[in-house]
T-cell receptor
C-alpha cells in the first residue's frame, strides 16, 4: 500500500505525559500537513512542511506541540505535558505540491488523554 | 479570517431522492475541495475545483464552484445507501499552499 500511514493508530495517555506520533507520507510527496479533528467537527490545520522546512504553524499549535520532518520524508508530532483538551484525532496528509492536486489523508491517530 | 460554512449539517433522505449540500466561504479563493469521511475513518478526496464555473461529476455526485458567489454545491442524484457518510468542503486559504480550512461537515444518512 503506498498511501499515507500513521502510527500509532490509537494512544491513551495520562495528563502530563508526552506523546509522539509518526506520519509516513506518500513517497514522492514533498508537502506534509498535520490537522486535528475533534468529534463532530472538520479538521483544523496545525502545521505544514515543504520537504524538511516547516513553513507555517497555526495559532492552535501551542508551545507544547512540536513537529519535525528531519529528512523531508516522515514527520513526527510531539505533544508535551498533555492536557485533556488535546484529546482528538490527529490527521496527517501529504500532497505533491502543485495546487492542482488534492491532499491525501492518513488513517489518523486517535489520542485520549485521561 | 476565512470561515467556511456548510448547510445543512445533518441530512436524512430516502434512497432515490436528489439533494444538494451547500458550502459558503467568506474570503476570495478559487480552490475548493470536497472530501468524504466514513465513521471512524479518514478523509477520502472526492473533487478538486480550481476555477470559477468548475463542475465535476463522479457517479451520483456532482460538485460545482461559483467563486463570485463564494459558493460550492455538492449535488446527489438518486441517492443510494452507500453514499451515507459525512461530507466536508475545504477552501485553500493561502493561495496554493493548500492550507485548508474545512467546513463543519454535513452528516448524510440515506435510508432504504
Amino acid at each position: 500500500d503506498t498511501g499515507v500511514s500513521q502510527n500509532p493508530r490509537h494512544k491513551i495517555t495520562k495528563r502530563g505525559q508526552n506523546v509522539t506520533f509518526r506520519c509516513d507520507p506518500i513517497s514522492e510527496h514533498n508537502r506534509l500537513y498535520w490537522y486535528r479533528q475533534t468529534l463532530g467537527q472538520g479538521p483544523e490545520f496545525l502545521t505544514y512542511f515543504q520537504n524538511e522546512a516547516q513553513l507555517e504553524k497555526s495559532r492552535l499549535l501551542s508551545d507544547r506541540f512540536s513537529a519535525e520532518r528531519p529528512k523531508g520524508s516522515f514527520s513526527t508530532l510531539e505533544i508535551q505535558r498533555t492536557e485533556q483538551g488535546d484529546s482528538a484525532m490527529y490527521l496527517c496528509a501529504s500532497s505533491s505540491g502543485p495546487w492542482q492536486e488534492t491532499q491525501y489523508f492518513g488513517p489518523g491517530t486517535r489520542l485520549l488523554v485521561l | 479570517e476565512l470561515k467556511v460554512e456548510q448547510n445543512p449539517l445533518f441530512l436524512s433522505m430516502q434512497e432515490g431522492k436528489n439533494y444538494t449540500i451547500y458550502c459558503n466561504y467568506s474570503t476570495t479563493s478559487d480552490r475548493l475541495y470536497w472530501y468524504r469521511q466514513d465513521p471512524g475513518k479518514s478523509l477520502e478526496s472526492l473533487f478538486v475545483l480550481l476555477s470559477n464555473g468548475a463542475v465535476k461529476q463522479e457517479g451520483r455526485l456532482m460538485a460545482s464552484l461559483d467563486t463570485k458567489a463564494r459558493l460550492s454545491t455538492l449535488h446527489i442524484t438518486a441517492a443510494v445507501h452507500d453514499l451515507s457518510a459525512t461530507y466536508f468542503c475545504a477552501v485553500d486559504w493561502n493561495q496554493g499552499a493548500q492550507k485548508l480550512v474545512f467546513g463543519q461537515g454535513t452528516r448524510l444518512t440515506i435510508n432504504p
